[in-house]
């Protein structure tokens, strides 16, 4: 998998916000490892106003609980870096927001932090529209912190792009 450009993220997120549009849906985003990256991807675009709710940037274990949700049991047993984590995050996105749909991200963009069990760029992201049930995926990526990060914005937006 290439590496995505700003023009690229750019280009996703445009399409996707067409699509929110179109749909009448709004997005709330829920990120760690991205920091808000998402977030600033969507808003991007031009018209964003029309179908982007909000963005957390929860990357503390008392944000993710606090903004989010999560918890304590759940990071205390799963880590931050798991399936289970990533459905609250979303599903707590779509209860702290006026949105209808939703997407979160965490994992581990490096150069440290990863374990054998949790390498650098093991990231999960979830997906949620209000009312149904959280879907949520593993990725692997690989390449420095910039390089894992720019994945998991673009795999994070074709999976909203999925759901439309």
Not at 49 to 55: I, L, M, R, V
Not at 105 to 119: C, E, F, L, N, Y
Not at 138 to 144: A, E, L, T, V
Not at 145 to 158: E, F, I, M, S
């Amino acid at each position: 998998m290439s590496i995505p450009t700003d023009g690229e993220l750019l280009q996703l997120a445009e399409t996707l916000g067409q699509q929110l549009l179109a749909a009448r849906d709004r997005l709330v985003t829920a990120e760690s490892c991205t920091g808000g990256w998402i977030a600033k991807a969507m808003t991007d675009a031009a018209g964003s106003s029309a179908w982007f709710d909000c963005g957390m940037a929860a990357y503390s274990y008392e944000a993710k609980q606090a903004l989010l949700g999560v918890r304590p049991q759940t990071l205390e047993q799963h880590g931050a870096v798991s399936r289970e984590t990533v459905i609250e995050m979303v599903s707590g996105a779509l209860s702290n927001s006026g949105a209808s749909i939703a997407v979160a991200v965490t994992g581990i963009a490096g150069p440290g932090g990863g374990s054998a069990d949790k390498p650098v760029g093991t990231v999960w992201i979830g997906w949620k529209r209000r009312g149904g049930y959280a879907n949520a995926q593993i990725f692997h990526f690989h390449g420095d912190r910039d390089a894992v990060r720019r994945q998991t914005v673009a795999a994070a937006l074709r999976g909203l792009g999925e759901m439309m």
